[in-house]
Structure formats: structure tokens, C-alpha cells
């Protein structure tokens, strides 16, 4: 894929860029491996300060940064803005809470016969971070906001069709003080991370992406004995029992399916509605899909904008007529519009099962599939009936109900009477074909540290 900005709501090419040579690209690594050695000894008061000064920079310059995701990847641009505002929150919570989730822990001296003991968390070095297009901005702030504060300095391969979001983070860090190397993203192609991964100056790698790009990374890392992060793909599972406010859930599940035009790993995708009130959902959440509105991005009153690259349209085109073809009900939606650019109507399905394609894999794009189940058992094996576990969301007023779900359900995060999303304060992350390892919160910080033990006789 070359690397290019593609607006995905015309398919006109606005810019493209040369990947940079062997030669740029060594430099960028022996920089960062030199970088690392004195900024780790900086503080968290003079890290915090540079992070917040990236922040405010770049909540200043809000508003051209969310034009230009949403000129990038399609999403619409109040949706834009407010992953932009994210960002910010996410880099001051780091900037704020950094020293205190990285403290030395002291140890019961006693207990291990020492006159002292205790733990220390000290950073790795350069980290490469694997990037995807999604959520260009937030995915690469929360990777790189708690990586930075820790000590560490990053390495961003970003998706090939969102380079001129990543080259803006790239400049936001060091516009904002941070000594040069720190931060430093690398235009290269994907054929090209493997090397660089492999490469002795870096010391670890986060991925977010595909199952496929995971395990790529995850295999090329183990023989290097390199640490790891992966957060992959998702379909998450969407719960409604009898105890639930149904009005309130369908109109959260139409958002939960369809935001950020349906390319999110934690949207809900596969609604699993009991018996005794699955007409009264599937009417009402039939009738808010029906009832968005698609279009340009740019257009604040649009709902759902294109899909980011013709490949994921025609992806989610297949999967449909594969669902369709082997039995599958469209209630709404189904088909590709007839207008310029990667555009799919938000859509949904009943009867998808067994020996269908999209009973098995992600669908990332506004796509939804309804079932009907008896009971709560009958919810938590369907629910589970997936290879991925990253988020999943249950709607009940049911105490005994809801602590049956939340321990039953198998994924990362549980969202109950409300919609899966991801805040600084928690830890994200999945089990399963959905990836290990955490971001956010004090979890995700201390990924890329050296956990030392100090026994001291």
C-alpha cells in the first residue's frame, strides 16, 4: 500500500510520500537508542512538563487535527474533535499521575531477611509502536503518553493511509520540548517493520491492528525475546435481558454499532436480545439504524461517513453477501449506495450462524447481527461463542443477573447499562484472539517497565 492521504469520502489522492531509505531510517534508530540514555534519567516533574505542553498544543490546535483525521480516514468530524479532546485528557492524566504509579514499592524487609527490600519500575528503552487508522490520534496518545512518562522513547509506524496524522504527532513532542529522538515517527512500509523489529536498538513493540498483523508481530518478537502488547480485533457481544430500560439500549446499541462509521474493535457487533423482549428491541434499534444519516464527514449533521479504504468497504461487502447468500435476513440496509467514494448503509442482520463468514470473523463496519436466545445461559454461551474477548456490554437491572454476566462473560472489559469505551483511569485490553497485554491506567504504564526486585542484606 502506497503512503498516501486517500479521502475516503471521494477517493482522490491529496498527497503522497516517499518512504523513507535504509540509511534515514538507521539513523532514526541509533537517534532514539541515544536519545533513551540521557532522557531517562530525566524526572517526572521536567517529563510531566514537556507532556503537558504537548497537550496544550495540541488542544490548541484541535480543530485542524480533527479535519485532518477526518480527511484522512472518513470519520465524522464531531466524532473528530471529541477523539482529539481525548487525547488531551488522556496525556494530562499520565503528566498527573505517572510518578505515583510508578513509585518505588517497599517490600516487608523482615519477611525476605533483609535489612531493605523493595520494587522499583524503570523504563526499557525504545519501544516500537505498530499503529492502525482508526482512531489515528488516541490509539498513538495512549500508547505514547505513558511510554513517555515513564522514561521510555517511542518508535511510531503508523497505518500507511494516515500519514500526515502521524507525521503531526511525530512534530507535536518535540514542538513541545522533549529532547529530539524521543518521539519519532517512521515512514516506512509494512514489508519494512519486521526489520526494524528485529533490530537491537529496539527493546519492545505494541500493536494495535489486525489478528493477523498480531500474530506476525507477536511471532517475530518471540524470537527475539522481545516484549509485547497486542491489541486486536473484537466482536464484542451486546446483551438486552427482560429487567432492561429496551428503549435505552437500542438507541446506545445504534451508537455502539455504528461509531466511528462502525470501524471500532470495541463496537458493539452481535446483539443478543432475550425472548421477552427482543420485538420491542429489534424494532426500535431496526428503526434508529434506519434513520442515520450518511455522508460527507465534513457535514456536522452526518451520522455515518465512508469506510477508510476501499479494501475495508468491499471486505464488509463480502461478508454481507456471504451472511445473505447462506440464509441471513436484512432488515435494513445490505447494500452499497450509489455515490462517490467507500460508503456501505449501516445494515442489519437476523439469522446469522455456523458456516457463515461473519459468524466467525470481525465486522468492521456498520453491521449489525441480531439473536434471539431463552436466558441468561443461553446469552453467556453465545456471547463466549467467539475466538475474540475484548469488550462486551450487558443490559439488566438484575443484581444477581449482573454479576452472573460479569463473571461469566469472557473478555477484558464489561460494560453494564452502557456503552464499551475506553477512559485513562481503566485498564484496556482482551483475551483470547483479541490480543494480552493492557494499555491505560497504572496497568498500562507499567508494560514497557523493568519490574526490579532490590534485596539489600
Not at 83 to 100: D, I, L, P
Not at 296 to 316: K, S
Request: proline share 5%.
Amino acid at each position: 500500500m502506497a503512503i498516501a492521504t486517500i479521502n475516503p469520502a471521494t477517493g482522490e489522492t491529496l498527497k503522497t510520500f516517499e518512504p523513507m531509505d535504509d540509511h534515514e531510517l538507521d539513523e532514526r534508530l541509533a537517534l532514539a537508542a541515544a536519545a533513551f540514555e540521557e532522557y531517562r534519567a530525566t524526572g517526572f516533574a521536567r517529563r510531566a512538563e514537556w507532556m503537558l505542553s504537548a497537550a496544550r498544543l495540541l488542544d490548541e490546535e484541535s480543530e485542524q487535527l480533527a479535519r485532518l483525521m477526518t480527511t484522512e480516514m472518513g470519520k465524522p468530524l464531531p466524532q473528530a474533535r471529541a477523539e482529539a479532546a481525548k487525547c488531551v485528557q488522556g496525556m494530562r492524566f499520565y503528566a498527573e499521575h505517572a510518578e505515583e504509579f510508578l513509585a518505588t514499592e517497599p517490600a516487608d524487609a523482615a519477611a525476605v531477611k533483609a535489612r531493605r527490600a523493595e520494587v522499583r519500575y524503570q523504563p526499557l528503552g525504545p519501544v516500537l509502536a505498530i499503529m492502525p487508522w482508526n482512531f489515528p490520534c488516541w490509539q498513538v496518545i495512549r500508547f505514547a503518553a505513558p511510554a513517555l512518562m515513564a522514561g521510555n522513547v517511542g518508535l511510531l509506524k503508523h497505518a500507511s493511509n494516515v500519514p500526515q496524522t502521524a507525521l503531526y504527532l511525530g512534530e507535536l513532542f518535540a514542538r513541545a520540548g522533549f529532547p529530539a529522538g524521543c518521539f519519532q515517527t517512521l515512514l516506512i512500509e509494512s514489508g519494512r517493520v519486521e526489520g526494524v523489529l528485529r533490530d537491537g536498538r529496539v527493546v519492545a513493540a505494541t500493536l494495535t491492528g489486525s489478528e493477523a498483523a498480531g500474530a506476525s508481530v507477536a511471532s517475530i518478537a518471540g524470537g527475539e525475546v522481545k516484549k509485547t502488547v497486542l491489541e486486536l480485533g473484537g466482536s464484542d457481544p451486546f446483551v438486552v435481558m427482560p429487567s432492561a430500560d429496551v428503549a435505552a439500549a437500542a438507541e446506545t446499541g445504534v451508537t455502539a454499532r455504528v461509531q466511528n462509521n462502525g470501524q471500532s474493535c470495541i463496537a458493539a457487533k452481535r446483539f443478543i436480545v432475550h425472548d421477552a423482549v427482543y420485538d420491542a428491541f429489534t424494532e426500535r434499534f431496526v428503526e434508529g439504524m434506519r434513520a442515520l444519516r450518511l455522508g460527507d464527514p465534513m457535514d456536522e449533521t452526518t451520522d455515518v461517513g465512508p469506510l477508510a479504504t476501499q479494501r475495508g468497504r468491499d471486505d464488509v461487502e463480502r461478508l454481507v453477501a456471504d451472511a445473505a447468500g447462506r440464509g441471513a435476513h436484512v432488515l435494513c440496509g445490505g447494500v452499497t449506495p450509489s455515490r462517490t467514494g467507500w460508503y456501505f448503509e449501516p445494515t442489519v442482520l437476523t439469522g446469522v450462524g455456523p458456516g457463515m463468514r461473519m459468524f466467525e470473523e470481525e465486522v468492521f463496519g456498520p453491521v449489525a447481527q441480531l439473536y434471539r436466545v431463552s436466558d441468561a445461559g443461553e446469552a453467556i454461551a453465545l456471547a463466549n461463542a467467539t475466538g475474540f474477548g475484548l469488550g462486551s456490554n450487558v443490559w439488566t437491572t438484575d443484581p444477581d443477573e449482573r454479576e452472573r454476566f460479569i463473571g461469566a462473560l469472557e473478555s477484558g472489559l464489561v460494560f453494564v447499562n452502557g456503552m464499551v469505551t475506553s477512559y485513562p483511569e481503566l485498564p484496556f485490553g482482551g483475551v483470547k484472539r483479541s490480543g494480552y497485554g493492557r494499555e491505560l491506567s497504572v496497568q498500562g504504564i507499567r508494560e514497557f517497565c523493568n519490574v526490579k526486585t532490590v534485596w539489600v542484606g
